[in-house]
C-alpha cells in the first residue's frame, strides 16, 4: 500500500531559528509532491508542489526538496516566525492515479516559541 | 482568489441524527472531496466526486453519503450519525485537467456527535 510517513511528528523550535521537517514516501511511480501548511482550526493551503524531476523548490522562508531515488522530501524553513506554528503535510501524488487520488502524511507539528 | 467554503465551521448532533454538510467552490472546478481528519490519521478520502450527479468512493466510505447536484456544490450526508464520526472534515475541489492539479481546501467543519 502507498504510504507517506514523516517525522518528527511534534517540533518545538524558538523563534528565528530553522527547522527541517522530513517526508519519506513509498508512492511509485508519482507525478507530484507537495506540502500543505495547515493553521489550527483551518484547511490545508498549499506551500510547494514538485513533480518528480524537480529536486528543490522555494516559496519565501520554505523550501523544500526531493530525492526520488531514496523516495526522500524534506521542508527547511529558515528563521521561523510565530506564525509558522502549524502542522506541516507532505503529500502525494501517484502518477495515472484515477480521480486525483492523494495520499498523505500524517504530518509534523510545528510550535515556535518567542 | 479560490474560494471554498464550508456552511459550518462547528457542529454539535445527536447519535442517529442525520447531517448534512455543505461545500461550495466558486472556481469552476470539476472535481470536489469530501476528507475526514483525525489526529495520528492524517487525511482520509470519504468520497469525491467529477462531474455533476457523479460520485466514487474514497477509502472510507462507510456511513456516508454524497450529493452533487451542481457543479459548485458537494454535500456530505451523515444518515445517522455515530459517536465515531466526530472529527474534522474537509472538503477540496480541484480542476480535471492534465498535469498538476492544485487541491484547494474550505477551512473544514468540526463535528461533534454526543
Known amino acids: 500500500k502507498n504510504q507517506v510517513e514523516q517525522s518528527p511528528q511534534s517540533l518545538i523550535i524558538l523563534e528565528g531559528k530553522n527547522c527541517t521537517l522530513q517526508c519519506n514516501y513509498t508512492v511509485s511511480p508519482f507525478s507530484n509532491l507537495r506540502w500543505y501548511k495547515q493553521d489550527t482550526g483551518r484547511g490545508p493551503v498549499s506551500l510547494t508542489i514538485m513533480t518528480f524531476s524537480e529536486n528543490t523548490k522555494s516559496n519565501g522562508r520554505y523550501t523544500a526538496t526531493l530525492d526520488a531515488d531514496t523516495k526522500q522530501s524534506s521542508l527547511h524553513i529558515t528563521a521561523s516566525q510565530l506564525s509558522d506554528s502549524a502542522s506541516y503535510i507532505c503529500v502525494v501524488t501517484p502518477q495515472n492515479n484515477a480521480g486525483n487520488m492523494l495520499t498523505f502524511g500524517g504530518g509534523t507539528r510545528l510550535m515556535v516559541k518567542p | 482568489d479560490v474560494k471554498v467554503t464550508q456552511s459550518s465551521r462547528y457542529l454539535v448532533k445527536r447519535t442517529g441524527e442525520k447531517v448534512f454538510l455543505e461545500c461550495v467552490q466558486d472556481?469552476?472546478?470539476?472535481?470536489m472531496f469530501w476528507y475526514r481528519q483525525d489526529p495520528g490519521l492524517g487525511l482520509r478520502l470519504i468520497y469525491f466526486?467529477?462531474?455533476?450527479?457523479?460520485?466514487e468512493k474514497g477509502d472510507i466510505p462507510e456511513g456516508y453519503s454524497v450529493s452533487r447536484e451542481k457543479k459548485e456544490r458537494f454535500s456530505l450526508i451523515l444518515e445517522s450519525a455515530s459517536t465515531n464520526q466526530t472529527s474534522m472534515y474537509l472538503c477540496a475541489s480541484s480542476f480535471a485537467r492534465q498535469g498538476v492539479r492544485e487541491q484547494y481546501f474550505g477551512p473544514g467543519t468540526r463535528l461533534t456527535v454526543t
Open positions: 472556481m469552476d472546478h470539476e472535481n
Open positions: 466526486s467529477y462531474d455533476v450527479k457523479m460520485k
